[in-house]
T-cell receptor, first 114, second 111 residues
Framework: DAGITQSPRHKVTETGTPVTLRCHQT?????MYWYRQDPGHGLRLIHY???????DKGEVSDGYSVSRSKTEDFLLTLESATSSQTSVYFC?????????????FGPGTRLLVL | QKEVEQNSGPLSVPEGAIASLNCTYS??????FFWYRQYSGKSPELIMS??SNGDKEDGRFTAQLNKASQYVSLLIRDSQPSDSATYLC???????????WGAGTKLIIKP
């Protein structure tokens, strides 16, 4: 993994509770992304950040919020978790949005909402 | 809506044979194409990128791109059991530089 960690790696929570997932990078990359991965859907972008305090929505942003107060940290918050948010969450980073710049992924967080 | 389509598989290939994985995309303006490999329970890792029509070879892997047909493929020669994984095709949208992902093809290499 390209200097990307995610915490927690596993979490079980109950419907209606808030949950925050953390992504930490040591690569000083400007761009950070949160994806969710579900069977049959591949990876779907939730939110992304293009700098400190600069974020934008992805295709499945409803029910999620993000924050980036430092270059190295990107937080994903489920304000009130629902069972439909049970998924594997991946953080990714890239140096730029250039069309030839790939993304590197963290190890993932498995979230189960009961 | 821009889409990337892959056969979900599983695709079963004998050890030592050539595995052929296919991907089609809907956005004609796409210029960049990636193949990622994902082992069960792990994160995706980049194995090939291709930007021009034709073939690009890297060791046992060959990526093929045909923009006219909106088709990209990945060939794995001399398949090994360690190649058993899910292969994800990803395409960069030229409108917002976001990666659009296929759902992946599960490849099983049988010894």
């Amino acid at each position: 993994d390209a200097g990307i960690t995610q915490s927690p790696r596993h979490k079980v929570t109950e419907t209606g509770t808030p949950v925050t997932l953390r992504c930490h990078q040591t690569e000083n990359h400007r761009y950070m992304y949160w994806y969710r991965q579900d069977p049959g859907h591949g990876l779907r972008l939730i939110h992304y950040s293009y700098g400190v305090k600069d974020t934008d929505k992805g295709e499945v942003s409803d029910g999620y919020s993000v924050s980036r107060s430092k270059t190295e940290d990107f937080l994903l918050t489920l304000e009130s978790a629902t069972s439909s948010q049970t998924s594997v969450y991946f953080c990714a980073i890239s140096e730029s949005p250039d069309s030839q710049e790939t993304q590197y992924f963290g190890p993932g967080t498995r979230l189960l909402v009961l | 809506q821009k889409e990337v389509e892959q056969n979900s598989g599983p695709l079963s290939v004998p050890e030592g044979a050539i595995a052929s994985l296919n991907c089609t995309y809907s956005d004609r303006g796409s210029q960049s194409f990636f193949w990622y490999r994902q082992y069960s329970g792990k994160s995706p890792e980049l194995i090939m990128s291709i930007y021009s029509n034709g073939d690009k070879e890297d060791g046992r892997f060959t990526a093929q791109l045909n923009k006219a047909s909106q088709y990209v493929s990945l060939l794995i020669r001399d398949s090994q059991p360690s190649d058993s994984a899910t292969y994800l095709c990803a395409v960069i949208s030229d409108s917002n530089y976001q990666l659009i992902w296929g759902a992946g093809t599960k490849l099983i290499i049988k010894p």
